[in-house]
C-alpha cells in the first residue's frame, strides 16, 4: 500500500489526520448540538450547518488564492490550523443559554464557527496541493491516484475515533448529575421552557414520563429542564476542548516536518524562455482545455457532495429518529463511515492495481461515474426500505405515542448498509477527484483549482437544508428518492464525459 510512495505524504497526511478529528469531534453533533443547545427548529439548525459547511469550501477558494499569490503555502497553513484553534476555544466555554442571551451567545458560536471555516480554508485545500506536487515528480507519478487514497484513509482515522468522543462527554457529565441521555428530551424540555401552559398534550405527557424515569420532580418542571439541557450541552462543550488539543498536535507535526514538503508553484530562478505565437497560442488552448474539463467534474462533484453531507443532516436525524440508539447515540453513527474508508480503502486500490496490471485500468473520470451510481445505490435501498416500512414525515412521526414509535424503529443493520454503499462512493469519488485536479490543474494554478474543488463542495454543502426540510414534511421516501434521482443523472452525465476528459488528461 505504501510502496513507492513519496516520503513527504505520511508527514502530510498525519498532520492534515490531526486537524480531522478536531473537526469532526464537532461536526459529528453540530445539528444536534444547535438544536439542543439554542432550542433551534431542524430546519434552521441545517441551514446553519449548510452556511457553515458552505462556508468552510468556499474560503477554502480563497485559502488557495492567497497561498498563490504570496507563494507562501506554509505559511498559510500554519496560519489556519492557529485560526482553528481559536474557533475552537471559543466552542469550549460552556454557557448557559437563556432567554435574555441567546440573540448574543447563538452570534457568537456563529462567529466561532466562522474562524474554524476561514482557518480550514487556509489549511486543506494548500495541503492537498503540497501532496498533489509530490506527484510531478516522473517516479512517482504513476502512484497519484493511490497516494491520495492512502491520504484519504489517513483522514477518515481521525474520523472513526471523533464521533464517539461528544457523545462519551456528555454521557459522563450526565451521569455525574444523576441524568441520562435521551435523544428527545432536550427538545421536549425547550418546548416546556418556551410554551409551558401550550405545551402539546402528548409531548406533555411524554416529557413527564421521562421526568420520572429519572427520579425527577414532577412538581418543578422547569427547573428540571433548565437543568438538564444545562448538563446536556455543557458535556458536548468539554468535547471541543478535545478539538483544541488535536489542532494543536496537528499545528506540531506541521512545523516539524515543514521542510520535508514541497511548495507548488514556488518560482526558482530560472533562464528566460522565448515561445512563438504559435506556442503560447497551444499552450493557451491546452490550459483552457484543462479547465474546462475541471468545471465538468466539478460539477458532478456539487451533487455528490449534496447527496453525500446528509450524513450531517437528514442522515443522522433518520438515525436519531427511525433508528433503535438505546445503546448507541445518533451522532456515533457517523463513526461508520470513515470506519468503512479505512477498512476498504486497500480492498479497492487492490482491485483497482489488479484491472491496470491486466491492462483494464479504469480512469479517473470513469471511476468517479461508477461512483455516483453506487451512491445511487444506497439511496435506492432506502427508498425501498422506507417505502416498505411505510415511514411518514418525520414530524408525523414524532408526533407518535413512545410506544408506537418505537415500535416502528428499524435496527442499526440500516445504517451499516447505507454507509457501506455511500463510503464505496465515497472512494471512487472523493480521493480521485483530488487526484484528478492535481493531475489537470496548470502548475501556477494548483492552489487556486484545489480552492475550486473545494468550493464545489461548498456549492453542494449550501443545498444541505433541502434534506431536513423534505425529510420533515413528507414522508421520509420522497427525501430519499430526490437525492437517487439526482445520484442516477450526475452519473449517466458522467459517462456521457467520459471519452472527452480522457483526451483532456492524457
Same mark, same amino acid.
Given at each position: 500500500? /505504501?510502496?513507492?510512495?513519496?516520503?513527504?505524504?505520511?508527514?502530510?497526511?498525519?498532520?492534515?489526520?490531526?486537524?480531522?478529528?478536531?473537526?469532526?469531534?464537532?461536526?459529528?453533533?453540530?445539528?444536534?448540538?444547535?438544536?439542543?443547545?439554542?432550542?433551534?427548529?431542524?430546519?434552521?439548525?441545517?441551514? *446553519?450547518?449548510?452556511?457553515?459547511?458552505?462556508?468552510?469550501?468556499?474560503?477554502?477558494?480563497? +485559502?488557495?488564492?492567497?497561498?498563490?499569490?504570496?507563494?507562501?503555502?506554509?505559511?498559510?497553513?500554519?496560519?489556519?490550523?492557529?485560526?482553528?484553534?481559536?474557533?475552537?476555544?471559543?466552542?469550549?466555554?460552556?454557557?448557559?443559554? !437563556?432567554?435574555?442571551?441567546?440573540?448574543?451567545?447563538?452570534?457568537?458560536?456563529?462567529?466561532?464557527?466562522?474562524?474554524?471555516?476561514?482557518?480550514?480554508?487556509?489549511?486543506?485545500?494548500?495541503?492537498?496541493?503540497?501532496?498533489? @506536487?509530490?506527484?510531478?515528480?516522473?517516479?512517482?507519478?504513476?502512484?497519484?491516484?493511490?497516494?491520495?487514497?492512502?491520504?484519504?484513509?489517513?483522514?477518515?482515522?481521525?474520523?472513526?475515533?471523533?464521533?464517539?468522543?461528544?457523545?462519551?462527554?456528555?454521557?459522563?457529565?450526565?451521569?455525574?448529575? #444523576?441524568?441520562?441521555?435521551?435523544?428527545?428530551?432536550?427538545?421536549?424540555?425547550?418546548?416546556?421552557?418556551?410554551?409551558?401552559?401550550?405545551?402539546? @398534550?402528548?409531548?406533555?405527557?411524554?416529557?413527564?414520563?421521562?421526568?420520572?424515569?429519572?427520579?425527577?420532580?414532577?412538581?418543578?418542571?422547569?427547573?428540571?429542564?433548565?437543568?438538564?439541557?444545562?448538563? /446536556?450541552?455543557? +458535556?458536548?462543550?468539554?468535547?471541543?476542548?478535545?478539538? *483544541?488539543?488535536?489542532?494543536?498536535?496537528?499545528?506540531?507535526?506541521?512545523?516539524?516536518?515543514?521542510? +520535508?514538503?514541497?511548495?507548488?508553484?514556488?518560482?526558482?530562478?530560472?533562464?528566460?524562455?522565448?515561445?512563438?505565437?504559435?506556442?503560447?497560442?497551444?499552450?493557451?488552448? &491546452?490550459?483552457?482545455?484543462?479547465?474546462?474539463?475541471?468545471?465538468?467534474?466539478?460539477?458532478?462533484?456539487?451533487? $455528490?457532495?449534496?447527496?453525500?453531507?446528509?450524513?450531517?443532516?437528514?442522515?443522522?436525524?433518520?438515525?436519531?429518529? $427511525?433508528?433503535?440508539?438505546?445503546?448507541? @447515540?445518533?451522532?456515533?453513527?457517523?463513526?461508520? #463511515?470513515?470506519?468503512?474508508?479505512?477498512?476498504? !480503502?486497500?480492498?479497492?486500490?487492490?482491485?483497482?492495481?489488479?484491472?491496470?496490471?491486466?491492462?483494464?485500468?479504469?480512469?479517473?473520470?470513469?471511476?468517479?461515474?461508477?461512483?455516483?451510481?453506487?451512491?445511487?445505490?444506497?439511496?435506492?435501498?432506502?427508498?425501498?426500505?422506507?417505502? %416498505?416500512?411505510?415511514?411518514?414525515?418525520?414530524?408525523?412521526?414524532? &408526533?407518535?405515542?413512545?410506544?408506537?414509535?418505537?415500535?416502528?424503529?428499524?435496527?442499526?443493520?440500516?445504517?451499516?448498509?447505507?454507509?457501506?454503499?455511500?463510503?464505496?462512493?465515497?472512494?471512487?469519488?472523493?480521493?480521485?477527484?483530488?487526484?484528478?485536479?492535481?493531475?489537470?490543474?496548470?502548475?501556477?494554478?494548483?492552489?487556486?483549482? @484545489?480552492?475550486?474543488?473545494?468550493?464545489?463542495?461548498?456549492? +453542494?454543502?449550501?443545498?444541505?437544508?433541502?434534506?431536513?426540510?423534505?425529510?420533515?414534511?413528507?414522508?421520509?421516501?420522497?427525501?430519499?428518492?430526490?437525492?437517487?434521482?439526482?445520484?442516477?443523472?450526475?452519473?449517466?452525465?458522467?459517462?456521457?464525459? %467520459?471519452?472527452?476528459?480522457?483526451?483532456?488528461?492524457?
Amino acid at each position: 500500500m /505504501f510502496k513507492n510512495q513519496p516520503k513527504g505524504l505520511i508527514p502530510a497526511a498525519l498532520s492534515n489526520m490531526g486537524e480531522r478529528f478536531g473537526y469532526y469531534i464537532m461536526n459529528a453533533v453540530l445539528v444536534l448540538f444547535l438544536c439542543s443547545k439554542f432550542g433551534l427548529k431542524e430546519e434552521t439548525s441545517a441551514i *446553519v450547518y449548510s452556511c457553515f459547511y458552505a462556508g468552510i469550501y468556499i474560503l477554502s477558494l480563497v +485559502g488557495g488564492l492567497i497561498a498563490d499569490r504570496t507563494q507562501n503555502y506554509k505559511g498559510t497553513i500554519i496560519s489556519g490550523l492557529m485560526v482553528m484553534t481559536a474557533g475552537y476555544v471559543v466552542l469550549a466555554v460552556p454557557i448557559l443559554a !437563556t432567554p435574555e442571551n441567546t440573540t448574543w451567545l447563538l452570534t457568537l458560536t456563529c462567529a466561532a464557527l466562522f474562524l474554524i471555516a476561514f482557518g480550514n480554508g487556509l489549511f486543506k485545500g494548500n495541503l492537498q496541493a503540497i501532496v498533489g @506536487q509530490l506527484y510531478d515528480n516522473p517516479r512517482y507519478a504513476s502512484q497519484r491516484d493511490a497516494g491520495f487514497q492512502i491520504f484519504y484513509v489517513f483522514i477518515n482515522i481521525g474520523g472513526v475515533a471523533a464521533p464517539f468522543i461528544a457523545p462519551m462527554l456528555r454521557s459522563w457529565w450526565l451521569g455525574v448529575h #444523576n441524568l441520562a441521555y435521551n435523544a428527545s428530551l432536550p427538545a421536549l424540555c425547550h418546548e416546556y421552557l418556551s410554551v409551558t401552559d401550550n405545551m402539546n @398534550q402528548q409531548n406533555a405527557d411524554n416529557l413527564y414520563a421521562l421526568i420520572s424515569d429519572m427520579g425527577g420532580n414532577i412538581q418543578d418542571v422547569s427547573a428540571f429542564c433548565t437543568q438538564y439541557l444545562d448538563v /446536556f450541552n455543557t +458535556g458536548i462543550h468539554y468535547s471541543f476542548i478535545a478539538s *483544541v488539543a488535536a489542532m494543536l498536535i496537528s499545528l506540531v507535526i506541521f512545523l516539524l516536518t515543514k521542510n +520535508g514538503l514541497p511548495s507548488p508553484a514556488k518560482k526558482g530562478k530560472t533562464e528566460t524562455v522565448k515561445y512563438t505565437p504559435e506556442e503560447k497560442a497551444q499552450m493557451a488552448k &491546452e490550459i483552457k482545455q484543462r479547465m474546462y474539463a475541471l468545471f465538468a467534474v466539478l460539477g458532478i462533484a456539487i451533487f $455528490f457532495w449534496f447527496s453525500f453531507h446528509q450524513n450531517g443532516t437528514s442522515l443522522s436525524l433518520f438515525a436519531r429518529d $427511525f433508528v433503535k440508539t438505546d445503546s448507541v @447515540q445518533p451522532e456515533i453513527w457517523q463513526a461508520l #463511515n470513515p470506519f468503512y474508508v479505512i477498512i476498504l !480503502t486497500p480492498v479497492v486500490m487492490w482491485i483497482f492495481s489488479r484491472l491496470s496490471k491486466r491492462g483494464k485500468e479504469i480512469s479517473t473520470p470513469k471511476k468517479i461515474a461508477i461512483g455516483m451510481g453506487l451512491a445511487g445505490i444506497a439511496y435506492l435501498f432506502l427508498v425501498i426500505f422506507s417505502a %416498505v416500512k411505510g415511514y411518514p414525515s418525520a414530524n408525523e412521526f414524532k &408526533e407518535l405515542a413512545p410506544a408506537v414509535a418505537e415500535g416502528l424503529k428499524t435496527g442499526p443493520w440500516v445504517l451499516f448498509v447505507l454507509y457501506f454503499f455511500l463510503t464505496v462512493a465515497e472512494l471512487f469519488i472523493s480521493p480521485l477527484g483530488l487526484s484528478f485536479v492535481s493531475k489537470v490543474a496548470p502548475k501556477h494554478l494548483q492552489g487556486l483549482c @484545489q480552492g475550486l474543488w473545494l468550493g464545489a463542495t461548498a456549492v +453542494g454543502n449550501l443545498l444541505l437544508w433541502i434534506g431536513p426540510l423534505i425529510y420533515n414534511a413528507c414522508p421520509i421516501w420522497v427525501a430519499w428518492t430526490v437525492f437517487l434521482s439526482v445520484c442516477v443523472v450526475s452519473m449517466g452525465v458522467m459517462f456521457a464525459m %467520459v471519452n472527452w476528459l480522457e483526451r483532456v488528461t492524457k
